[in-house]
Each structure stands twice: as C-alpha cells, then as structure tokens.
C-alpha cells in the first residue's frame, strides 16, 4: 500500500533544474486528522516552506512548479519522470506529508535516479507539531538525509 502510495505521489513533484541538478516535485499532503478547522491556507504555506529548504539545502536543487506539472493529468509515475528527465536533473525527490493528528506528522521521501527510474533512497520520517518551526525542522532533517543518501 506504501508503495502505491509513493508511486502516485512520485509523480507529483515537478522541478526545473540543470544537469546533475535534483529536481524538487511540488510536496503533497494527506491530511487524515479529521480537524474540525479548515487549515488548508496554513497548510499549503508550510507545504512551501518545506519545498524551498530543500531547494535551499540540497546542491542544484529547482523546484517543479504545480503548473509545471498540470500537464501530467493524471499524475502518473510514468507522465513525472517523463517531465524531470526534461528538466535535465540527474535527480529527483517526490515528498508526501501525512498528517494523522494534531501533533504527529511524517514524511514520506523518495530520491529517483531520473535517467534509469530506479530508487536511490527512500526516508519515512516523523516530527511533532503542525507549525512553521516544527516543517522547518523536519525540512533541514530531511534535507540532510537526502544529502547523505545521495552521496
């Protein structure tokens, strides 16, 4: 199921970036908490705060843009790597968060070898607490590790 997951989700994450660059595919969210408050706007601000660390973080690193990605309807793994291969990266990370309460979050990350497909690495982390601070953390967190699986 995790699998099916995350092959839905690779393709989801569009970047523009150059040769040996990684490509950043928009970070997606799966909301399970059943919060009684809307907190869609809070949400998709944090969902690029941590896109940009990890440009930010990672060398080379562009960040695909949802627009750039529109094409690709529906988001196939197929239709995602098609489109990071055009952006010339040697990489790309596609990035779920799933939010399964108020304070428990965990991210899902896969870095993709864009010429053959193959899996490179793949990170199952968990942070506490839905605010800026707590994704900034986890952001430089796995930004390191996408680091250190890469090398």
């Known amino acids: 199921m995790r699998q099916a997951i995350f092959a839905g989700f690779a ?6 970036a150059s040769a040996d660059g990684i490509a ?6 799966l909301d ?3 919060e009684a408050r809307d907190q869609t706007a809070e949400h998709e601000r944090r969902l690029n705060i941590l896109a940009e660390i990890l440009q930010s973080e990672l060398d080379g690193a562009a960040l695909i843009g ?3 990605i529109a094409g690709c309807q529906p988001e196939t793994t197929e239709c995602l790597m098609l489109l990071a291969r055009e952006t010339e990266a040697e990489r790309a990370v596609f990035v779920v968060v799933q939010k399964t ?38 952001g430089r967190f796995l930004a390191e590790q996408m680091r250190d699986a890469g090398d």
């Open 66 to 68: 949802k627009q750039a």
């Open 24 to 29: 950043i595919f928009p970070v997606k969210l």
């Open 32 to 34: 399970t908490s059943k």
């Open 11 to 16: 393709a989801v994450l569009p970047l523009f």
């Open 101 to 138: 309460s108020t304070l428990i979050l965990q991210i899902f990350a896969n870095l993709v070898d864009v010429e053959t497909g193959e899996l490179i690495a793949s990170r199952d982390l968990n942070f506490r607490g839905d605010n800026d601070e707590a994704w900034r953390r986890a």
